[in-house]
């Protein structure tokens, strides 16, 4: 779901959200103020996140392995976005940014959290694979 909303509810969200960008750089947290304070309305969406992804999985994909990318530098760069955020409570992922590339963002990182959940079901199918073929080949070696 994306659309455009004002600035200043905008900051009011993100200022909610983020505690009022408690924990942020201050070099951060006044980029994103001006960044509110210059247009009249921003374009905002979000995406709720895949069943089957738990929290850690989200943020791994969102943060593109940086553990340490805390505001999500690397998406915010890769889709041309003002701010992003992941709210654990309601489990979405939310962009704020130009309108049009907050819409494409979109269906960009649905495609990014939907082919990193189908990698790990890959991954633990073959874990799976692997010990049931260790314990059948256990199985032949104590008869």
């Not at 924990?23 to 247009?39: A, D, T, V």
């Not at 955020?85 to 962009?95: F, G």
């Not at 819409?103 to 959940?117: A, G, H, R």
């Not at 799976?128 to 059948?136: I, P, Q, Y």
């Amino acid at each position: 779901m994306t659309n455009e909303v004002y600035s200043a509810d905008a900051k009011d969200q993100i200022m909610h959200l983020t505690k009022n960008l408690l924990g942020f750089p201050k070099n951060e947290s006044l980029r994103i103020c001006e960044l509110l304070k210059m247009n009249e309305t921003i374009g905002y969406g979000y995406i709720n996140a895949p069943s089957g992804m738990g929290d850690a999985m989200i943020l791994n994909a969102i943060r593109y392995k940086d553990a340490k990318d805390n505001y999500f530098k690397h998406l915010l760069s890769w889709f041309e976005l003002d701010f992003a955020w992941y709210d654990k409570e309601s489990r979405q992922v939310m962009l704020w940014g130009d309108h049009d590339k907050v819409k494409d963002s979109i269906v960009e990182l649905k495609e990014l959290l939907e082919n990193t959940l189908l990698a790990e079901l890959d991954k633990e199918r073959e874990r799976r694979l692997e010990r049931a073929d260790n314990k059948e080949f256990d199985e032949f070696k104590h008869t």
